[in-house]
């Protein structure tokens, strides 16, 4: 059975500093890795999707990699912003039927 | 954002009454899913659609029923509520394009169900 695991629960950081957060998984035969945002009382916003086949993927000022064959993934913040404050979830689809299984999460705070 | 639009938003309810939840989407993804997220279990599968009547369980299926008669509705059911069953509830679509889709899924903004 797959599980995804994110290290630290909880984060907090003073603004403009680059950050990086963890994730891994017990089973390395994955299709592809997704990463999400979830403010207080609101859904799951996509940020990245990596493919197995993938090193990385890029958008704005997130990076998010993945080694596979580790079983781990990071996502990378630069410059954080207090408006980066949200819980950011990375979940993995193993199976057939593109079924997600997550991670409990990381609470980022971004201080002034 | 995704077209996605769950209902209803809120909702209380007392223990064994029946509960239905509604997902609408506008995207026409094939497929569509329902998570319950809780503290200390994040996120988990309660059930799936691959497509119209085609439906599977997920990790967490006893007590939930499913049904999809349209592309564009999955409605989940707890046929007889009970205190366990006090989560929050998110739907999520995707379109699926293979083994190892490269889609990513979107989610709805949930569902908070009491059950006292």
């Known amino acids: 059975k797959q599980e995804v695991t994110q290290i630290p629960a909880a984060l907090s950081v003073p603004e403009g500093e680059n950050l990086v957060l963890n994730c891994s998984f017990t089973?390395?035969?994955?299709?592809?890795l997704q990463w999400f945002r979830q403010d207080p009382g609101k859904g799951l916003t996509s940020l990245l999707l990596?493919?197995?086949?993938?090193r990385e993927q890029t958008s704005g000022r997130l990076n998010a990699s993945l080694d596979k064959s580790s079983g781990r993934s990071t996502l990378y913040i630069a410059a954080s912003q207090p408006g980066d404050s949200a819980t950011y979830l990375c979940?993995?689809?193993?199976?057939?039927?593109?079924?997600?299984?997550f991670g409990t999460g990381t609470q980022l705070k971004v201080e002034l | 954002d995704a077209g996605i639009t769950q209902s209803p938003r809120h909702k209380v309810t007392e223990t064994g009454t029946p509960v239905t939840l509604r997902c609408h989407q506008t995207e026409n993804h094939r497929y569509m899913y329902w998570y319950r997220q809780d503290p200390g279990h994040g996120l988990r599968l309660i059930h799936y659609s691959y497509g119209v009547k085609d439906t599977d369980k997920g990790e967490v299926s006893d007590g939930y029923s499913v049904s999809r008669s349209k592309t564009e509705d999955f409605l989940l059911t707890l046929e007889s509520a009970t205190s366990s069953q006090t989560s929050v509830y998110f739907c999520a679509i995707s379109e699926h394009t293979g083994t190892g889709s490269n889609q990513p899924q979107h989610f709805g903004d949930g569902t908070r169900l009491s059950i006292l």
């Open positions: 990596i493919q197995s086949s993938q």
């Open positions: 979940a993995v689809i193993t199976g057939g039927g593109n079924k997600l299984t």
């Open positions: 089973d390395s035969a994955i299709y592809n």
